[in-house]
């Protein structure tokens, strides 16, 4: 790729956070937006690309066929959890070696996933985001307040974390580097486990997981539970009291919806698995009860087999 060159970005999910990457991508970069729905594709297309808020559409192009993104600089994973393996598979021997792999998505598993797909040697930068969309159509989503992103390495080099960094920033988003993204992953799943099934199963907006009493003491438990597990895994955690970082999160976005509580909402099956079910999960593992992350991942499973009789 010259010095003057676009660089070529793919982006696997066109829901609500991949078309809110891939429309500040499109200014400085060609996107390639990957879905297997097709009335998501065709929508996008019949657009001309995306949108953010009320702004002008940016050109991107949508496909159901992952062939026409292998011969990208960069891939972007934005699927939910449970499809990652589905989504990247395709990809297995048809990518420039050195590509890399960026994962932003919730939850853990997704590291393991791509690794069972492309290898375990590939270019992979993990990180997390909280910058937060919300999908208000195809091709279309709010940006819910201004995030930043944390990005790592799980294989890749050095250079190549620097260069998705850079790739980020000048796309006019917030990014850092975190020599050990651990923290910063279970930092959020700890958010993710706390705010999403508590508020996803009152079908309410996040803030009632601070707002309502019950909610809230729920709320503490399930914090200071998770907190427990990632300290018995000696994971230092980016944050002193995480009941007092849950609230801090709800206090500058309380009006958002999360994609649990979106998806339930919608009949589809969520993230919990690998949310709650990943806490539940490691505290099996090492000994730790986790006896409120248990019942709201029993819940929330409760809750999509009753949406889907």
Avoid at 18 to 37: I, P, S
Avoid at 224 to 246: C, K, Q, T
Avoid at 273 to 291: E, F, K, S
């Amino acid at each position: 790729m010259t010095a003057d060159a676009r660089p070529r970005i793919a982006i696997l999910g066109a829901g609500a956070m991949g078309t809110l990457f891939a429309y500040y991508f499109a200014e400085r970069c060609d996107v390639t937006l990957v879905d297997v729905r097709g009335d998501v594709v065709e929508t996008i297309n019949s657009i001309g690309g995306v949108a953010v808020d009320d702004l002008p559409v940016r050109r991107v192009i949508a496909t159901r066929d992952h062939a026409r993104a292998f011969a990208t600089d960069f891939l972007f994973v934005f699927v939910k959890a449970p499809n990652t393996l589905g989504a990247v598979r395709p990809f297995a021997g048809q990518l420039n070696p050195a590509t890399p792999i960026v994962s932003l998505q919730n939850g853990l598993g997704n590291e393991e996933a791509i690794k069972t797909a492309l290898g375990g040697t590939v270019p992979l930068v993990i990180g997390i985001t909280n910058e937060a969309g919300l999908a208000i159509g195809h091709g279309r989503s709010r940006r819910q307040g201004i995030g930043t992103t944390v990005v790592g390495s799980a294989g890749a080099s050095t250079a190549t974390v620097r260069s998705v960094q850079g790739l980020i920033t000048r796309a006019g988003l917030d990014c850092a580097i975190a020599y050990d993204i651990r923290p910063h992953q279970w930092g959020k799943l700890l958010a993710n486990a706390t705010i999403n099934p508590i508020s996803a199963l009152a079908d309410a907006r996040n803030g009632i997981v601070a707002s309502d009493p019950n909610a809230a003491e729920l709320g503490r438990l399930v914090a200071n539970e998770s907190a427990a597990v990632a300290r018995a895994l000696r994971i230092n955690l980016p944050f002193g009291d995480p009941w007092e970082y849950v609230r801090d999160i709800l206090a500058n976005a309380p009006e958002s919806r999360n994609s649990m509580t979106v998806d339930l909402g919608a009949h589809l099956k969520t993230e919990i698995d690998h949310v709650n079910g990943a806490i539940v999960a490691a505290g099996r593992r090492l000994g730790i009860p986790t006896p409120y992350n248990d019942a709201l991942l029993r819940l929330v499973r409760a809750k999509e087999n009753a949406t889907r009789e």
